[in-house]
């Protein structure tokens, strides 16, 4: 049987679930929820679906079994919990939520049913990542020792400006970790386990949103080895995305998508990585690793099986965030819980 899947929000990230879901064999787009009249109208005769303005018409849908929550960040939760009660499976869009106690709600509810729920981070699907993470968690760099993680990516002001949500600390939370930095630490929190403290600075420093534009933090992992951030939104013109492990037998740098280097004979680059690749949220927008992550997600409802980031994987990256606004805050080393 096809899986009805239908999507809350009709925004940017919208259109690329409802490409993804057009190009499934096992699934098919059961209607979108849209608040913008102008919106309806594109997206009914684009996708050809039906389009609501009426939620309750649109969760009360029979052949509704699973929705994809592609509204602002601050709202995923609400939405998510809409869906489940009413017996629909949910694919969010990051961040879970931009606070641990939505998430936590958030969770209270999916472990109630037997629904299932998986968060969108399409990067943990490249296959360049996966070589990285084989790798680094092979032992061929002997005991990790540090991690330097850098996000230093540019945001003008129109981008801030064409879409008022952005930025703001009721719908997105934060700004440069929470939004964008957190496909990267997502990766950090995957490939090193979780961090036990934190000590930070977030500022502001150049567009009036409410959320960060510049961050630096140090790490204590529970692995034992350290790690540093450098963040931000606000550095023009943006350089690539990069997590660079050191061992105490060498070093392998992850760089815009791509393994950069290894100080190891053992790596040898399959291809040559393309030089700067700033800034690539094409890249992390690409519709292949949603499609992944999509494909990834249904095999899970029909195979009764957790997808490949769970509702408790996504709370970490949110949990790592919320204790670097803490630590900067403060001005006090923070230790994170593990649940
Ligand atoms: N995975 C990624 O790489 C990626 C990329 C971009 C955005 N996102 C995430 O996707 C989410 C949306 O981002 P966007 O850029 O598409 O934002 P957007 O502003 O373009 O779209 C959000 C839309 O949701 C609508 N909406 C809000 N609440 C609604 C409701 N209850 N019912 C129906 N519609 C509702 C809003 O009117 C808005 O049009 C954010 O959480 C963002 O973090 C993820």
Same mark, same amino acid.
């Given at each position: 049987m096809k899986l009805g899947i239908g999507i809350v929000g009709s925004g940017s990230i919208a259109k690329i679930h409802a490409s993804c879901i057009l190009e499934q064999s096992n699934a098919y787009l059961c209607g979108i929820l849209t608040r913008n009249g102008k919106r309806a109208k594109e997206f009914a005769s684009t996708y050809k679906t039906e389009v609501f303005t009426d939620s309750s018409a649109f969760f009360a849908q029979p052949n509704l079994n699973a929705v994809c929550v592609c509204n602002e960040s601050g709202l995923?939760?609400? $939405? $998510? +919990?809409?869906?489940? $009660?009413?017996?629909?499976?949910?694919?969010?869009e990051k961040p879970l939520e931009t606070t641990l106690s939505k998430i936590d709600s958030l969770i209270q509810t999916l472990h109630k049913s037997k629904l299932k729920l998986g968060v969108v981070f399409q990067n943990r699907m490249n296959p360049a990542y996966r070589e990285f993470k084989d790798f680094i968690q092979?032992?061929?760099?002997?005991?990790?020792?540090?991690?330097?993680?850098? +996000?230093?990516?540019?945001?003008?002001?129109?981008?801030?400006? $064409?879409?008022?949500w952005r930025g703001t600390l009721e719908l997105d939370g934060g700004a440069a970790l929470m939004n964008q930095g957190i496909h990267t630490l997502d990766l950090l929190l995957d490939l090193m386990g979780e961090v036990s403290t934190v000590g930070a600075l977030v500022a502001t420093k150049t567009r009036p949103i409410e959320g960060e534009d510049l961050a630096v933090a140090h790490f204590e992992f529970q692995n034992g080895a350290l790690g540093t951030l450098s963040a931000g939104t606000s550095l023009y013109p943006g350089f690539p995305e990069s997590i660079s492990v050191y061992g105490s037998k060498g070093n392998m740098v992850f760089e815009a998508g791509q393994i950069h280097s290894c100080s190891l004979p053992e790596w040898r680059p399959k291809e040559k990585p393309q030089a700067n690749q700033a800034n690539n949220s094409s890249k992390l927008n690409s519709i292949a690793l949603h499609q992944s992550i999509l494909n990834n997600f249904i095999e899970a409802i029909d195979q009764d099986k957790q997808p490949l980031v769970s509702a408790l994987e996504a709370r970490k990256s949110v949990a790592l965030i919320q204790a670097i606004y803490q630590a900067s805050k403060t001005k006090q080393i923070i230790k994170i819980e593990t649940l």
């Amino acid at each position: 049987m096809k899986l009805g899947i239908g999507i809350v929000g009709s925004g940017s990230i919208a259109k690329i679930h409802a490409s993804c879901i057009l190009e499934q064999s096992n699934a098919y787009l059961c209607g979108i929820l849209t608040r913008n009249g102008k919106r309806a109208k594109e997206f009914a005769s684009t996708y050809k679906t039906e389009v609501f303005t009426d939620s309750s018409a649109f969760f009360a849908q029979p052949n509704l079994n699973a929705v994809c929550v592609c509204n602002e960040s601050g709202l995923h939760g609400e $939405s $998510s +919990i809409r869906a489940l $009660s009413h017996g629909k499976h949910v694919l969010c869009e990051k961040p879970l939520e931009t606070t641990l106690s939505k998430i936590d709600s958030l969770i209270q509810t999916l472990h109630k049913s037997k629904l299932k729920l998986g968060v969108v981070f399409q990067n943990r699907m490249n296959p360049a990542y996966r070589e990285f993470k084989d790798f680094i968690q092979s032992g061929k760099l002997g005991k990790l020792l540090l991690v330097n993680t850098q +996000i230093n990516w540019y945001r003008d002001e129109d981008y801030y400006k $064409s879409n008022p949500w952005r930025g703001t600390l009721e719908l997105d939370g934060g700004a440069a970790l929470m939004n964008q930095g957190i496909h990267t630490l997502d990766l950090l929190l995957d490939l090193m386990g979780e961090v036990s403290t934190v000590g930070a600075l977030v500022a502001t420093k150049t567009r009036p949103i409410e959320g960060e534009d510049l961050a630096v933090a140090h790490f204590e992992f529970q692995n034992g080895a350290l790690g540093t951030l450098s963040a931000g939104t606000s550095l023009y013109p943006g350089f690539p995305e990069s997590i660079s492990v050191y061992g105490s037998k060498g070093n392998m740098v992850f760089e815009a998508g791509q393994i950069h280097s290894c100080s190891l004979p053992e790596w040898r680059p399959k291809e040559k990585p393309q030089a700067n690749q700033a800034n690539n949220s094409s890249k992390l927008n690409s519709i292949a690793l949603h499609q992944s992550i999509l494909n990834n997600f249904i095999e899970a409802i029909d195979q009764d099986k957790q997808p490949l980031v769970s509702a408790l994987e996504a709370r970490k990256s949110v949990a790592l965030i919320q204790a670097i606004y803490q630590a900067s805050k403060t001005k006090q080393i923070i230790k994170i819980e593990t649940l």
